[in-house]
């Protein structure tokens, strides 16, 4: 039982692994989930539109990319929940809308609208909205104020909006956000909208920035709904230009663009104690705390003796005699010869007597004869019938009826017991 003690826990150990693998929260998984994106680009590549994802690592050059898309995130509060491995410098994330101007590029910008709790549970409600002021406030960051926002009063909101004359398109929100039409500063035209509000505007203060009210017509959670997915193509294609080949940018990661390329990226890169991180992140710690365990485990085990020590060597004697006496009566009552096991029984008991009384080397026949001499000294009925019923056992044993077998041996048995055999 104490040897089966440490396979037991290694097993316990194994399952709470596999349960954590199976439970814990896993942050790159964000793109699958209700507010990611991955849906978006999978859509886009199966409709030949080229796409491309935000890297830390990699620097984008605006030349290389025809419309950059930038799911819109507030810092100060839980909205969206932040992509794994996504890594800002301390001057914070770069100002999407600057750049456009700055490069001349097409971008996207799209509001929060869910709180990041939905990425985890798969659950959105109205409790689980974003504030308005966050987003006005968030929208001031990158230049733009004094929007009022609008929500649906039912919870979802149909309605027939096209980006291009002639080519209506349904669309389904849930919980539907738009521009209050009413608020829109001098300048801002939409483009794109329902009754309830505009969706998708365009300022004339930065003509290459779009800003898109509602993310759920680009990501997963919306995309599903309608003929959303259909919007979200016709939308991408407007803003980048239907002859363009180069790839849409989905930049998740806000860091800052390059005017070109840089030439000898992919040389100059310098590790840092911070790219050591990434061998320890989920799910790798996961791995590396549990062989930390199972090491911890055996170093357990392995500072005990298993078993006492043996002091003596004839007690391997001992114990290999009991072994193959064991065995071989195993193998004689499977084979059906219990009366052959019954004499080597009684010849090697005598034997044994004859040994206890007259010395280690009267166990043979000898022996034997002389132990009945002197047992017929203490009582000659006795042990004429103890001579009777072991010799019947010792020479016929294996042709005895299981009847005389028993009645043999429980005189055997009586006889003998009848006698004081003392020591030696």
């Not at 104490?2 to 349960?19: D, E, G, N, Y």
Request: glycine share 8%; charged share 25%; with cysteine.
């Amino acid at each position: 039982m104490r040897k089966s003690a440490p396979v037991l826990i290694l097993v316990l150990v194994l399952a709470l692994v596999a349960l954590a693998l199976f439970w814990l929260p896993r942050g790159n998984d964000f793109d699958r989930s209700p507010l990611g994106n991955k849906g978006l680009e999978l859509w886009l590549q199966a409709k030949g539109i080229p796409v491309v994802r935000s890297d830390p690592h990699v620097a984008r050059a605006s030349s290389e990319i025809s419309l950059r898309i930038v799911p819109l995130s507030i810092r100060k509060g839980e909205a969206v929940a932040p992509q794994a491995g996504e890594e800002t410098d301390d001057a914070g994330p770069a100002n999407p809308a600057e750049e456009a101007s700055r490069y001349a590029l097409p971008t996207l910008i799209v509001l929060p609208k869910w709180r990041g709790s939905v990425s985890m549970d798969g659950v959105a409600s109205k409790s689980k909205l974003v504030d308005l002021i966050d987003i006005s406030d968030e929208l001031e960051k990158i230049g733009y104020s004094d929007f009022g926002f609008a929500r649906s009063k039912t919870d979802f909101e149909e309605a027939q909006t096209q980006l291009k004359s002639g080519q209506p398109i349904k669309i389904d929100l849930y919980q539907a956000q738009t521009f209050e039409r009413s608020s829109l500063p001098s300048g801002c035209k939409e483009i794109a909208g329902t009754p309830l509000g505009a969706l998708l505007l365009r300022c004339a203060q930065k003509p290459n920035v779009y800003l898109l009210s509602d993310p759920d017509l680009l990501n997963n959670h919306g995309l599903a709904l309608a003929d959303n997915a259909s919007f979200a193509v016709s939308l991408v294609t407007l803003l980048r230009g239907a002859a363009e080949k180069r790839p849409v940018y989905l930049d998740t990661a806000g860091q800052p663009l390059d005017s070109e390329k840089p030439v000898d990226e992919g040389k100059s890169y310098e590790r840092s104690a911070s790219d050591l991180k990434r061998f320890f992140a989920y799910p790798l710690s996961v791995i590396w705390g549990t062989l930390i365990v199972v090491a911890a485990i055996c170093f357990w085990r392995g500072a005990y003796r298993f078993g006492p020590p043996l002091r003596e060597a004839s007690a391997n004697i001992e114990l290999s005699k009991t072994a193959a006496i064991d065995a071989t009566a195993r193998l004689l009552r499977l084979s059906g010869n219990d009366g052959r096991m019954a004499g080597q029984f009684v010849l090697h008991l005598l034997a044994d007597k004859a040994q206890l009384l007259f010395g280690s080397g009267a166990g043979n026949q000898a022996g034997i004869a002389r132990l009945f001499q002197r047992l017929a000294r203490q009582d000659k009925a006795a042990a004429q019938a103890l001579h009777a019923a072991a010799e019947a056992l010792i020479e016929r044993g294996h042709v005895m009826t299981r009847a005389d077998l028993h009645r043999n041996l429980d005189t055997f048995r009586k006889s003998l017991g009848s006698f004081d055999l003392g020591s030696r």
